[in-house]
């Protein structure tokens, strides 16, 4: 299986801050990489596929880079619906896998 | 507008079975692929697998390949999700998610907690 690895687990920031999310794959998964955004209580929802592509209404302060083991989910300006909990998933091969997490805090 | 509806919250005993139900509406069913994903209280995310309900084909994550079973119906385009040998551990929210082949899950269901309990 393919392991995903995100770092950091937590991430503590204030309103307006620039921050990046990386997350690692133990194989090359090409772009086959998503980011979601989960709140409590909520089912996750999809910010970035393919690993550079923003899902369709999502506001552009998200983006995403990266290909093969290494990817990026940036927020350009942090919003205060922005403090969530971050995934990303490979879905290059069977099983799909996912990080295990970075939890977005208000500094 | 794409809709996936799932069964109820459910408790059950140690070493019963679950089946949870998504019912989809809104896009042709047999034309995207169904994920199961489940979440601990607290914990993070995990695949346990997938469904083309085109023919029924599916896929499983090794931790639950003996114990999931995911079958569809095409004339109510509705997935389900069985798992049997329940333990604690079991006790989770349960997700179901569309996506393209091969593809990232856009649109996915309320969640379903199942609880297992004595």
């Known amino acids: 299986d393919i392991q995903m690895t995100q770092s950091p687990s937590t991430l503590s920031a204030s309103v307006g801050d620039r921050v990046t999310i990386t997350c690692r794959a133990s194989?090359?998964?090409?772009?086959?990489l998503a980011w979601y955004q989960q709140k409590p209580g909520k089912a996750p929802k999809l910010l970035i596929y393919?690993?550079?592509n923003l899902e369709s209404g999502v506001p552009s302060r998200f983006s995403g880079s990266g290909s093969g083991t290494e990817f990026t989910l940036t927020i350009s300006s942090l919003q205060p619906d922005d403090f969530a909990t971050y995934y990303c998933?490979?879905?290059?091969?069977?099983?799909?896998?996912f990080g295990q997490g970075t939890k977005l805090e208000i500094k | 507008q794409v809709q996936l509806v799932q069964s109820g919250a459910e408790v059950q005993k140690p070493g019963a079975s679950v089946k949870v139900s998504c019912k989809a509406s809104?896009?042709?069913?047999?034309?995207?692929?169904m994920h199961w994903v489940r979440q601990a209280p607290g914990q993070g995310l995990k695949w346990m697998g997938m469904?083309?309900?085109?023919?029924?084909?599916?896929s499983y994550a090794q931790n639950f390949q003996d114990r999931v079973s995911m079958t569809r119906d095409t004339s109510t385009s509705t997935v389900y999700m069985e798992l049997s040998s329940l333990r604690s551990e079991d006790t989770a929210v349960y997700y179901c998610?569309?996506?393209?082949?091969?593809?990232?899950?856009?649109?996915w269901g309320q969640g379903s907690l199942v609880t297992v309990s004595s």
């Open positions: 998610a569309r996506s393209w082949e091969g593809g990232a899950t856009a649109y």
């Open positions: 393919d690993a550079s």
């Open positions: 998933q490979q879905y290059n091969s069977y099983p799909y896998t």
């Open positions: 469904i083309n309900p085109s023919d029924g084909s599916t």
């Open positions: 809104g896009y042709t069913f047999t034309n995207y692929f």
């Open positions: 194989q090359s998964i090409s772009s086959w």
